[in-house]
């Protein structure tokens, strides 16, 4: 997000789709604090697409597999996909699985200006940055400065 758009949000109409503890909300308060103009939307939520359709920045945190289809999606909008779904994948062998996203990608891919696939996006993220702040706490805890990633 960062990369396309910068630090600064100003102007920018962020959707969050997901108003969890664990992941909605927090996400929704990170955009706040970047001056988007945030709209948390939810499974009570009236005419979710046309929501979306109105997003600059569109995240998706679900747990519905691609559930947000391509005419959800603003021309050149960027699209985070937080969602881990498992699904039936017949096609590599009986009994196979795979996971996606909350976004149905290949069509999506087609009218987003930026997206995030699953697997491969959100989630080695994540990782990450639990591995830098697992750094940064211990730079602390030792009354070091922690250096900045
Ligand atoms: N990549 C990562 O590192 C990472 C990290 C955390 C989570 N995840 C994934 O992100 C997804 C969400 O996780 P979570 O913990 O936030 O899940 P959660 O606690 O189950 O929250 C799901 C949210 O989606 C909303 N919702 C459900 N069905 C909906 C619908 N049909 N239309 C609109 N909104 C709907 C719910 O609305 P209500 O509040 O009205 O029920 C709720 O706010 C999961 O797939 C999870 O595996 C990934």
Redesign the pocket.
Known sequence: MRRIHGDDLSGLNAVV????????KPMGLLLLAANATVTM?????KD?ASVCRNADILV?????PQ?VKADWVKPGATVID????RIDAPEKGEGKTRLV??VAFTEAEEVAGAITP?PG???P???AMLMANTVIAAYRSAGLEAPRF
């Open positions: 789709i997901g108003r969890s503890n664990l992941f909605g939307a939810h499974s009570k939520t979710l998706a945190a679900v747990g519905r559930m937080v969602g881990i779904n996203g909350d699953v996006g959100v989630g993220m994540t990782i």
